[in-house]
């Protein structure tokens, strides 16, 4: 009986986190309906700029109703990420959900450019111009996105957790929880594009580097 109770309450925890955080949007950085963003987006509609029902572009998931991104990126040139860790294969230009999120956050891409055929509300083209959010089309000084993060990368750095065993915090591995379906980290891997309640986008908190900490050894 006990027992029982406990794995009731504990699932009700469990499925209640995902639930609550995705109704945090609104209000958010996020929230382009609200007063001074409506340049970016005058439907009055919350998810419209990123997804809509149907209509969306069949290359990008999930139901992407933005325009993705064409530019070409300058991506990560570590200390030690080409050798010996990922042998002499180089990181690739982004892609999955984070050229999602660099279809805005690259600077140069219109946010207001969306909706059928992902032409957008006719008008001037907004983008992120000198925000603190433009990330900019030079990513070499941003953390390596894009890339597997696997067993064997884990074992030859020795610094880095399996990410098929070592718990992410949030309920399942690192690869469950943190990677996307590609066994890749993303901008998801660290971001939680609706829900701002934790540290900017967070996916969780990085107080004491606990977020750096799931997957660096250090
Ligand atoms: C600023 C862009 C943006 C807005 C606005 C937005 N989303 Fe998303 N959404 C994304 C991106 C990017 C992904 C893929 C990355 C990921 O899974 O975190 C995603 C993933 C999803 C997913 C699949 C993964 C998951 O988290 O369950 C669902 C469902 C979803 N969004 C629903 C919504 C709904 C409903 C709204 C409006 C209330 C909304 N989104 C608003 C960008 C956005
Ligand atoms: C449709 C355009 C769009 C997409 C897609 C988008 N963002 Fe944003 N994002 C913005 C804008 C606009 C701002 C806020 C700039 C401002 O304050 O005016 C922002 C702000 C942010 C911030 C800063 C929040 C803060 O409180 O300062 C983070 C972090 C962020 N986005 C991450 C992401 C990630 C990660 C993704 C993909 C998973 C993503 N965004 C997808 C447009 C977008
Ligand atoms: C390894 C984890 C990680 C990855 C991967 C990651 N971020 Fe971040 N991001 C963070 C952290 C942590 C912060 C807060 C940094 C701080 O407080 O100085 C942040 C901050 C930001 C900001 C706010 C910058 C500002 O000064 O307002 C934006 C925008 C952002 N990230 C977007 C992205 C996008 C887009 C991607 C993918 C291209 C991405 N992030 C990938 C961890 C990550
Ligand atoms: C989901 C797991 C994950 C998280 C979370 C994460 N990292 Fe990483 N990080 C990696 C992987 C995997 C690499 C690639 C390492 C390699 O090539 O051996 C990497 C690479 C790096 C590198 C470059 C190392 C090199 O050899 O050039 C630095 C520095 C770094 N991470 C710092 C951070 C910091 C700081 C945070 C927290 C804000 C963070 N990471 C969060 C997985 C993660």
Redesign the pocket.
């Known amino acids: 009986m006990k027992l029982k109770k406990l794995v009731l309450i504990s699932s009700i925890i469990l499925g209640l986190t995902p639930l609550c955080r ?1 109704q945090q ?1 609104r209000g958010s950085h ?1 929230d ?1 309906t609200t007063s001074g963003k409506a340049t970016y987006n005058s439907t009055g509609e ?2 419209i ?3 809509a029902p149907h209509g969306t572009d069949p290359t990008a998931v ?1 139901l992407w109703n ?1 325009n993705t991104t064409n530019k070409s990126f300058n991506t990560y040139i570590g200390y030690k990420f080409s050798l010996p860790n990922m042998g002499a294969s180089t990181i690739s230009q982004p892609d999955g ?1 984070s050229k ?2 660099l279809s ?1 956050h690259d600077g140069v891409s219109a946010i207001n450019q969306f909706g059928g055929k992902f032409q957008g509300p006719s008008g001037t083209a907004q983008t992120l111009g000198n925000h603190a959010s433009n990330l900019g089309t030079n990513l070499t000084g941003t953390h390596p996105i894009s890339f597997v993060y696997n067993t064997t990368l884990a074992t030859n750095d020795g610094a880095l957790k399996d990410p098929s065993t070592a718990a992410s915090g949030l309920g399942g591995t690192i690869q469950q929880d943190l990677l996307d379906i590609n066994g890749k980290v993303q901008c ?1 891997t660290c971001h ?3 829900d701002p309640t934790i540290f900017l986008f967070g996916r969780m908190s990085n107080a004491g580097s606990a977020l750096c900490l799931t997957c660096h050894n250090k």
Do not use: T
């Open positions: 995705g949007i996020h382009f919350l998810c700029v990123c997804h999930p933005h959900a999602l999120c805005c998801p939680e594009v609706h």
